[in-house]
């Protein structure tokens, strides 16, 4: 063998060694980073493909659809994005978005309406679910306990309960308004004589007020007299049109008559007697008291001059005062009582027959009215009465007590004990308040929560700061982000330099 070919030999045989290590460890190498390498695509299939709405990013689904709020296509959420990072980023055992605890339902286009289960809001769109992460916490506070007793804290549930109303308010009794009579002649003339002659006497029916001269009427007597006679003349002729003009002329003389309120009795006289009255008598229409008189012997008087009006108390009107705060509970067809305090609180009954449909602008006061049978005449007009009205039960309702509600004149607030100290502040939505002071809650909470009824105003305080620094600290913390995606960008002194240049 030659030295050269000996020399390749060694050569191959001291590289050999070599070359099997570096296999060797170039196989490990391999496999390490083919298995860390198909760990991470296993993690990258975990996160689940979520969708969004570009205008509402809060609406985070993880199927395809439709925007609840805005009807919008839900956009697929980048790899990266926060919705892929918080769904790879949970731990072992955490439950997905779908999987998290729902805490209510809320409506899309008003977060105050609220429900313990699905359904639809009052504008029709499917209630969107709240989870228990997701409620709002902006202002949200926490107080140690120790802290909140010293402070004097105290709760109360949200429940269910029949609400009640007992009205207590003044009225005021009135005449019955269509039996108020107007007396007024209807001719020119004199006030013969007065038969009627003071203000509160009690008349009756067809009894006699005046009596009144008047030429014209004397004239419309004589011309029915001598229509009559002609009547009588031409009822016999041979010509049927002759004797029908006869008719017809003596009975528009006595429907003459009637238009100027002389009576049927009154014209059968003057056809009995043939003799025509100097005066004509008004009698009462209706029975009652003269509350005012403007009639007086010897007085000229024009046709429609009012002479007497004339009321009926036998039936009377009460109105009572109702604030506005009351009108819920008020009905046409209720109940009232009326306690009259000088005759020992006697108590009456009556019934709402009208609530006016307009404020009294001095008394800011509704006026509803009372029917009330008043054969004795006990109850008379212009007294004052008290009544009692008690209102029809709101059943089943969601209530508070009332100083759980604070009142800021454009909203209502409560706050709500989430528990381990922590409160948060939720707009609601009132209805009526009862007798015992609770308030009708028609939106915002729901049944078996706790509310805070003491030291709300300092709870009201502190969350509105919260509020205020979390809205003041939330412009900062979106510039440092884009600040650290967008390298070389203008920082805020720039930009202010900028602006003043």
């Known amino acids: 063998m030659k030295p050269s070919k000996k020399r390749l030999l060694i050569i191959i045989l001291l590289f050999l060694p070599l070359a099997f290590g570096g296999g060797w460890y170039a196989w490990h190498k391999v496999g390490s980073v083919s298995e860390h390498t198909g760990h991470d695509d296993s993690e990258m299939k975990s996160a689940k493909q979520q969708y969004t709405c570009g205008m509402h990013p809060m609406v985070i689904t993880d199927e395809p659809g439709d925007c609840p709020i ?7 959420v980048k790899s990266g994005t926060i919705g892929q990072a918080e769904a790879a980023e949970l731990p072992q055992g955490k439950e997905s978005k779908g999987e998290r605890k729902i805490k209510y339902w809320a409506a899309p286009m008003d977060p105050t309406y609220i429900r313990d289960e699905p359904g639809k809001s009052p504008m029709g769109m499917d209630l969107v679910p709240v989870y228990e992460d997701e409620a709002p916490s902006g202002a949200t506070i926490a107080i140690d306990p120790v802290t909140a007793q010293n402070m004097g804290v105290r709760t ?31 001719v020119d003339g004199w006030i013969e004589k007065l038969h009627v002659a003071e203000t509160g006497q ?3 029916k067809g009894q006699p007020l005046l009596e009144i001269y008047s030429p014209k009427l004397v004239a419309a007597q004589q011309e029915y007299l001598l229509a009559l006679r002609n009547r009588s003349a031409l009822k016999d002729s041979s010509f049927a049109e002759i004797a029908a003009g006869g008719a017809r002329l003596a009975e528009a003389a006595r429907q003459r008559l009637r238009y100027w309120d002389i009576s049927s009795w009154q014209i059968r006289q003057l056809e009995k007697t043939g003799k025509v009255r100097k005066t004509l008598t008004l009698y009462a229409p209706y029975k009652g008291v003269v509350t005012m008189k403007m009639a007086m012997p ?3 008087i024009k046709a429609g001059q009012e002479l007497f009006q004339i009321g009926d108390i036998s039936k009377v009107w009460i109105y009572a005062d109702i604030y506005e705060y009351e009108l819920p509970w008020i009905k046409v067809g209720q109940q009232a009582e009326v306690l009259l305090p000088y005759v020992g609180d006697k108590s009456l009954t009556a019934e709402i027959s009208t609530i006016y449909p307009y404020v009294e602008p001095k008394t800011r006061t509704v006026k509803a009215r009372l029917e009330f049978d008043n054969p004795g005449l006990e109850l008379k007009p212009d007294m004052y009465v008290n009544v009692r009205i008690q209102a029809q039960k709101v059943q089943d309702a969601l209530a508070v007590p009332g100083e759980a509600v604070l009142n800021s004149g454009e909203k209502q607030t409560v706050f709500v004990a989430l528990g381990g100290g922590k409160f948060e502040p939720r707009e609601v939505k009132t209805g009526v ?49 884009s600040a ?6 203008e920082t805020p002194e720039e930009d202010l330099e900028a602006l003043f240049e």
């Open 70 to 76: 805005c009807a919008m296509a839900l956009t697929p």
């Open 156 to 186: 109360a549930s949200v429940e269910r309960r029949d609400l009640h109303r007992l009205i207590r308010t003044v009225g005021t009794v009135d005449y019955d308004e269509p039996n108020v009579t107007s007396i007024n002649a209807k």
């Open 202 to 204: 009690i008349v009756k």
């Open 298 to 300: 010897g007085q000229h």
């Open 433 to 481: 308040q009862d007798q015992d002071g609770y308030i009708e809650i028609t939106q915002g909470l729901l049944d078996s929560e706790k509310v805070v009824t003491s030291a709300q105003f300092l709870f009201d305080s502190e969350s509105k700061l919260r509020e205020a620094i979390q809205k003041m600290l939330e412009p900062k913390e979106a510039e440092t982000d």
């Open 484 to 489: 650290d995606e967008h390298a070389g960008h």
